[in-house]
C-alpha cells in the first residue's frame, strides 16, 4: 500500500498526522528539541520543517500591500548584549531592526545595515501610503516625513515624554518586548536565521488573537511546504 499522501507536505516522508501533530507544537511555541521528543521525529527533520514554516511566513509577510491609516514607527536592536560605554542607535554588537505598526493592524519588521534615513523612508514609502499619519521618536531620520507626503507626530523620549494623546509607540514599542522576549528562550540565534526568526515573531503577532493552527493548515493547504 503507498504511503497516503500529505497535503500540506510535498514530496514528504512523513504523514498527514505526524505533521498536522508537529504543526501544533509549532504553533504552540515549542522549541524544535521538545516538538522532536513529543513527535518521534528527528531533530534535524523538526528543524528543517520549523525553518520551512517560518520561510512561509516570511514569504507571506512580504506580500502585504501598501495601506493608508496610522502607523508607528520605531528601530530597535537585537543581539549581543550591549557593551558598557556604547548607548544608543548603533550600539556595538547589535543588529538593527526597524518596524512600522499600523494601528488597529499588523506591524512590518525588517532588519537594516543601519537606521539611517536612506534605510528606513523606503520601508515607510512600502508600508504607509501618502496621506497616511505617522508617529515616532525624536530620531533625525524621521526629519522631512511631512515632505514625503505624510503627517507626522512626535513623542520625545529624550524628554521623558513616553505619550501625549494620540503621540504614542506604544504599539510598536510591545511588539519589541514580545520578541525579545520570545527569541531570549533559544539562547542564541545564528546571524543566517535570525531574519526568519524575526518573522516568525511578527507573524505571531499579527495573529496572536486568532487560532495560528487553522490559519497555517488553511494556507499550506492551498500551497504545500516543498
Same mark, same amino acid.
Given at each position: 500500500m503507498p504511503k497516503p499522501k500529505n497535503k500540506y507536505l510535498n514530496h514528504s516522508h512523513i504523514s498527514e498526522k505526524v505533521f498536522r501533530n508537529?504543526?501544533?507544537?509549532?504553533?504552540?511555541?515549542? *522549541?524544535?528539541?521538545?516538538?522532536?521528543?513529543? *513527535?518521534?521525529?528527528?531533530?534535524?527533520t523538526v528543524n528543517r520543517m520549523y525553518m520551512l514554516l517560518r520561510k512561509r511566513m516570511a514569504e507571506m509577510s512580504i506580500a502585504e500591500a501598501q495601506e493608508i491609516g496610522e502607523f508607528e514607527i520605531d528601530e530597535s536592536y537585537f543581539g549581543a548584549r550591549r557593551i558598557r560605554g556604547k548607548r544608543g542607535r548603533g550600539a556595538a554588537g547589535k543588529t538593527p531592526v526597524f518596524g512600522v505598526l499600523k494601528r488597529g493592524g499588523k506591524v512590518y519588521v525588517n532588519i537594516v545595515k543601519n537606521c539611517s534615513r536612506e534605510q528606513l523612508l523606503p520601508i515607510i514609502q512600502g508600508k504607509a501610503l501618502q496621506g497616511s499619519t505617522i508617529y515616532s521618536d525624536g530620531w533625525r531620520a524621521y526629519d522631512g516625513l511631512i515632505l514625503n507626503g505624510y503627517d507626522h507626530y512626535r513623542v520625545h523620549h529624550h524628554e521623558n515624554e513616553f505619550a501625549r494623546g494620540k503621540n504614542h509607540i506604544n504599539g510598536i514599542e510591545s511588539f519589541w518586548s514580545f520578541a525579545k522576549r520570545r527569541l531570549r528562550k533559544f539562547n542564541g540565534i545564528t546571524s543566517d536565521t535570525f531574519h526568519l526568526h524575526l518573522k516568525e515573531s511578527e507573524f505571531r503577532w499579527n495573529h496572536r488573537h486568532s487560532n495560528l493552527y487553522a490559519i497555517l493548515l488553511h494556507v499550506l493547504k492551498r500551497t504545500p511546504l516543498n
Open positions: 508537529l504543526l501544533r507544537y509549532f504553533c504552540h511555541d515549542e *522549541t524544535a528539541a521538545k516538538a522532536a521528543m513529543y *513527535t518521534g521525529l528527528h531533530r534535524n
